[in-house]
């Protein structure tokens, strides 16, 4: 079934291309902003790898580098979602959107999302407070209220810590010691084992800090700074699980669904 609504959504991470799976399969018409290099790691389920390739495919469903936005409606009329670099938003929010989506995961206070952005905004996570800088709230820190939606309130601060898969939290995520080039030595979905040598930013060498599976890798050949999230290894050792939607992501976009579908 078809709707009416249109509905932009700020990122197209893998969290945001969560939410924006599970909208798309309850048919709404959709369009995804992206920054000019793309920051995500989980490419193999995100959007935003469209924005290097020209198209992605999250699931069952393809996402489209469009340059030009006026060829959005050739896109919808394949039933595909289109993809624009638009760092700041403006060429989305020109469409007039019924519902902005603000998931960038940026984990703090956001001042370029307003509440006359949309009929209604949505804000993912810390950095948003209902009735301020967005119309509704979803949690996103793992735990009790994860994917549940505040129409008053502001979402839980940033821990800083990963939530933990398998006993795993800090060792799995691997940030960049340096800046520089980078240069991974392994592909998503790849299985390593602790120690061994994974990835080069220049000439320093980063090693895993745990054996599992490779979930999650920077885009090959860009430059990252100190401290940058870049690679992530899961310990369950699933490979599966690199190529489909997450659990958060599912739990998120179900959180979406829901205020969508009480403001409508």
């Not at 549940?148 to 810590?161: C, K, L, M, N, Q």
């Not at 006993?167 to 979905?189: D, T």
């Not at 000439?203 to 490779?214: F, Y």
């Amino acid at each position: 079934m078809k709707r009416e609504q249109l509905i932009a959504i700020k990122g197209a991470g893998d969290l945001a291309s969560g939410i924006a799976l599970r909208l798309w399969r309850s048919g709404y018409r959709i369009i995804m902003s992206e920054l000019p290099v793309p920051l995500c790691i989980r490419r193999t389920i995100a959007f935003s790898s469209a924005v290097f390739d020209g198209s992605a495919k999250v699931e069952n469903a393809e996402g489209i580098l469009v340059q030009d936005i006026n060829n959005i409606n050739d896109v919808w009329g394949e039933n595909k979602l289109p993809i624009i670099v638009d760092e700041n938003a403006e060429r989305i929010l020109s469409l007039k959107p019924d519902v902005l989506i603000d998931a960038r995961i940026i984990k703090s206070w956001r001042d370029d999302t307003h509440l006359d952005d949309a009929s209604l905004v949505i804000g993912l996570g810390p950095g948003f407070t209902a009735g301020e800088n967005a119309h509704c709230v979803i949690e996103t820190n793992r735990g009790h209220n994860m994917g549940r939606v505040f129409w008053s309130g502001a979402a839980e601060p940033d821990t800083g810590i990963p939530g933990t898969i398998k006993g795993e939290g800090l060792r799995r995520v691997i940030k960049a010691p340096c800046g520089g080039i980078f240069k991974p030595l392994v592909e998503i979905g790849d299985e390593v084992e602790e120690g061994e040598l994974i990835a080069r930013i220049d000439e320093t060498e980063i090693r895993a800090q745990l054996s599992g599976i490779v979930r999650g890798i920077i885009y090959p050949g860009i430059t990252v700074w100190e401290k940058l999230k870049i690679m992530d290894i899961d310990p369950r050792g699933n490979r599966n699980h690199c190529f489909t939607v997450s659990d958060k992501a599912t739990a998120l976009g179900g959180g979406v669904l829901e205020a969508i579908l009480t403001k409508f």
